[in-house]
C-alpha cells in the first residue's frame, strides 16, 4: 500500500507545480513582453525490489513560447518593439548580454538609456549612453538620434544603435530573472532585425487557455487525492485482517 500511496502523492505533487505554472503564467498576462511557459508530465518506472509495474508522475518545464505578442499602440516615443523576428539586447546586473522584444526605454541621471526593467540597453561598444539632449529619436534600425541641448530644431545627431539580434530560438532558454538568454554568450547584432517606437509588445498569455489547464489540472489534483485516501483505506483494512488473523 505504501507504493501505491508514494504514486499517488507524486502525481499529486507534480499536478501542484504544474498549476504553479499556469498560475504563473496568468498573472503575467498584463506583462509587456511576457513569455508564457510550457508544461508536460511525463511518467517514470518505479524501480525497487520487484518488477517495475508502477510509474510516478514527473512534471517539467520543456520550453518557453517564443510566440510574439500584439503591439500595442502608446504614442511614446521611448517605447520600442520589436517588427517580426528578433530581440533587443540589455545587460543584467551580472554584466551579461540578455535579451528582450519590448522596453518602455528611460534616461537615468547620468545618461545611461534603460528598458523599463532598468537594466543598461547595449549598442555598438557596450550600454548606450545619450549626451545632454531637447529630443531624442529611434530609427526602424536602432539608431539613436538626438538634438542636443540649444541646439537648431532641424539638426539631429546619431549617438549609438540599439543591439538588435536574431538567434536560433533553439538555443534561447529564460531565466529565472525572466529575461530571455542565449546558450551560446552574447550574440552578433542582426541588421535585418527591425523595430517600431510608440508602441509596446503584450505578453503572449492567451487567458482561456491557461484556466482551461488550471481546471484540468485542479481535476487530477482531487484525483490524486482521492486516490491516496484509497490507499490509507486499504491499509487500515489490511491492518484489521492481519490483526484479526
Known sequence: MDKMLYVAMTGASQNT???????????????????????QARSMPVFGDSLPAR?????????????????QET??????AIEGDGWIAVQTPLGEEAYVRTASLKIDSVGILRAGNDLPVMGNAGPVVIPPEQKVEIGRDGTISVRALGENPNVMAVVDRIKLVNPDPANLEKGLDGLIHHAG??????????????????????????????????RQFELQVKLMRTAEEDATAMTKVMQIS
Open 55 to 71: 510509474a510516478y508522475a514527473m512534471t517539467e518545464r520543456p520550453a518557453t513560447d517564443f510566440t510574439p505578442g500584439a503591439l
Open 17 to 39: 507545480l504544474a498549476q504553479r505554472l499556469h498560475a504563473n503564467n496568468l498573472a503575467n498576462i498584463s506583462t509587456s513582453g511576457f513569455r508564457r511557459d510550457f508544461e
Open 185 to 218: 554568450g552574447p550574440v552578433e547584432a542582426d541588421a535585418n532585425v527591425q523595430l517600431v517606437s510608440g508602441f509596446v509588445e503584450t505578453s503572449n498569455v492567451n487567458a482561456v487557455a491557461e484556466m482551461t489547464s488550471i481546471l484540468a489540472l485542479s
Open 75 to 80: 504614442g511614446r516615443e521611448l517605447d520600442i
